[in-house]
């Protein structure tokens, strides 16, 4: 990775690099690529929904259907992505989310992802589920001056003992944050992974998940985790805990009354419970609930920078990408990351000079067309 991957000052067009497969000009490009690339099963893993897939596409669909309203002759001399996000920099409004098995769509898996989002100044949240041990990810990561935050998820907690041993590792790489995922007690029934017959390969590492006991669903519900679990958490850590995959007010409420540092607002990208509504629509209500008290991002059906203007106006202090982070990976590996975070970047850059802002701070709900404003 070279300096011409640095985070841009300016809204110049990026060219694409060399090795990138030819074509890739946009998010939906990698994306049609990649799904070309990956194996059936795999891609069906990576891209499936559950059930029906009515949250999955309507993840998509709520960014389309919220509307800019830009501002013109403003000042834009300076223009800057940069914020700070739990008392910490942040190069761009933009990080990785968790995901799990990367080696599925490229030998490198973990690794790659890293050196890329560091590489442009983006911010990663290594999975527990992740293939790669999180010692040999903050190695590639942390050695970029300008990266962005370095968080862990967690999901899986485990006997209490074991737990303890995975946040003293956590805490001793350089960690900067717990993420719990509190949406998952279980998978979605995700109908697209079945059809494809999907079932991890026999020998992929998971060097962070606790040995599993559980053999019914009492038995596995029994371990799901509650809010004893995030006190828990908030008194044996050190490191500033966010909760991923909060979606109700009241649950928003009550997280930042324990003294959460942050709530992602996540349906898990439709894959656990169909028909919950799009992260969009689901935004707005969260942020009035949490009033400032604490960090607020969003992750789902973000694919353009516009997507990024829109949740940051929204109310989120940054976002999460998912799938096509994946998708650049399946393509070129970490030069496929690079490509893809440098893209949304970009396009935010753009979309900021065009609505007439010149950093994060100036951008507020009154950037969207207010619904009753609409005509028809």
């Not at 300016?10 to 060399?18: D, F, I, K, T, V």
């Not at 990408?321 to 994946?326: F, I, K, N």
Request: charged share 20%; net charge neutral; with cysteine.
């Amino acid at each position: 990775m070279g300096q011409h991957l640095k985070p841009m000052s300016s809204c110049a067009p990026l060219q694409q690099p060399a090795g990138l497969p030819a074509g890739l000009f946009n998010l939906a490009d990698h994306e049609a690529q990649a799904r070309d690339r990956l194996e059936t099963a795999a891609w069906a893993y990576y891209s499936g929904g559950a059930a029906d897939e009515i949250t999955l596409r309507a993840n998509r669909a709520a960014w389309d259907a919220l509307a800019l309203r830009p501002r013109v002759l403003r000042p834009l001399a300076g223009l800057s992505l940069a914020s700070r996000l739990l008392g910490l920099a942040l190069p761009c409004p933009v990080l990785v989310a968790p995901m799990a098995h990367q080696r599925l769509a490229h030998p490198d898996g973990e690794r790659a992802t890293a050196v890329a989002a560091a590489a442009v100044g983006a911010g990663l949240v290594l999975s527990q589920q992740s293939n790669t041990p999180l010692e040999a990810v903050a190695t590639q990561f942390l050695a970029d001056r300008d990266r962005g935050p370095f968080w862990f998820q967690l999901h899986a907690l485990g006997e209490r003992g074991w737990l303890r041993e995975l946040i003293a590792r956590a805490e001793a790489v350089g960690i900067e944050a717990l993420v719990l995922t509190v949406d998952a007690p279980l998978n979605g029934v995700r109908d697209r992974e079945r059809r494809a017959g999907f079932t991890l390969p026999a020998g992929l590492a998971t060097p962070h998940l606790p040995p599993m006991n559980a053999r019914s669903l009492d038995e596995l519900l029994a371990q799901a985790p509650g809010w004893h679990d995030v006190e828990w958490l908030l008194a044996n850590s050190r490191l500033p805990l966010l909760l991923k995959g909060v979606t109700h007010p009241l649950d928003a409420a009550q997280a930042c009354e324990l003294g959460v540092a942050g709530l992602i607002v996540s349906n898990h990208g439709g894959r656990v419970l169909d028909t919950v509504p799009a992260s969009a629509v689901l935004l707005p209500e969260v942020a009035a609930a949490v009033a400032g008290r604490c960090a607020l991002l969003v992750d789902g059906g973000i694919r353009r920078g516009t997507d990024v203007l829109k949740a940051l106006a929204l109310g989120a202090d940054a976002v999460l990408l998912g799938r096509p982070v994946l998708h650049g990976l399946a393509n070129a590996g970490a030069a496929g990351v690079a490509h893809v975070l440098r893209l949304l970047q970009d396009e935010l850059a753009a979309a900021m000079a065009l609505c007439g802002l010149r950093n994060l701070s100036e951008i507020d709900q009154s950037c969207l067309q207010s619904p009753r404003d609409n005509r028809t």
